[in-house]
């Protein structure tokens, strides 16, 4: 059974970098086809892709935030970790973690129960 | 604003089928073939319900279909269920070098 949990800070100040970590079980990064990404959701808006890793450390970024994000893994942890640079208050979101496979076309189809993230002084 | 269009609402009543358009551009749902729709619960993670436009992962109902026409998607919810009640999104992702992965703005499903 493939799962995933995120983990990180509540509270981050304006200005300060986010890390997140991504705990996977039940799979590993050096599944050929097995991909990680992040997806954001503000309180009461919509869904929105941040980033994207797959097994042969091909990496994707959103194209608006690309300069504020890094991806990387870290197979003997089976973690995959977000970092988001000089947060700020619109950053305030639910921030899940999902799994998906190079043949499900970019779908995401198992997700993290999400980690709330508020960008406050 | 989200670069897949999505109407804010759709209701029907138990029973009927209801269809949520996901309207994008030749940049991504007309020429690729990577669409999906998620389901998501107040207070929940979303659902992947249909990828590759028209596929369903294994235990999803087969009373969700997807398709495709042109630059638009679409999500059908035939035998609408009281169970349906929830947010639905639309994915697809983009051509251009981006790659980027987009979501449309959500769609709420109310079930009269």
């Known amino acids: 059974q493939i799962t995933l949990k995120e983990s990180g800070p509540t509270l981050v100040k304006p200005t300060q970098t986010l890390t997140l970590t991504c705990t996977l079980s039940?799979?590993?990064?050096?599944?050929?086809?097995?991909?990680v990404g992040w997806i954001r959701q503000p309180p009461g808006k919509a869904l929105e892709w941040l980033a994207l890793i797959y097994w042969d450390d091909d990496k994707r970024y959103s194209s608006s935030l690309k300069n504020r994000l890094t991806i990387t893994k870290d197979i003997s942890k089976n973690q995959v970790v977000l970092t988001m640079t000089n947060m700020d208050p619109v950053d305030t979101a639910t921030y899940y973690c999902?799994?998906?496979?190079?043949?499900?076309?970019?779908?995401?189809?198992?997700w993290g129960q999400g980690t709330t993230v508020i960008v406050s002084s | 604003q989200s670069a897949l269009t999505q109407p804010a609402s759709v209701s029907g009543s138990p029973g009927q089928s209801i269809t949520i358009s996901c309207t994008g551009t030749s940049s991504h749902v007309a020429t690729y073939n990577f669409v999906s729709w998620y389901q998501q619960y107040p207070g929940k993670a979303p659902k992947l319900i249909i990828y590759g436009v028209t596929n369903r992962p294994s235990g999803v109902s087969n009373r969700f279909s997807g398709s495709k026409s042109g630059d638009t998607a679409s999500l059908t919810i035939s035998g609408l269920q009281a169970e349906d009640e929830a947010d639905y999104y639309c994915?697809?992702?983009?051509?251009?070098?981006?790659?980027?992965?987009?979501f449309g703005g959500g769609t709420k499903v109310t079930v009269l």
């Open positions: 994915s697809s992702s983009t051509s251009g070098g981006t790659l980027d992965v987009l």
């Open positions: 039940g799979f590993s990064l050096t599944s050929s086809g097995a991909g």
């Open positions: 999902t799994h998906t496979v190079v043949i499900m076309k970019d779908a995401f189809d198992i």
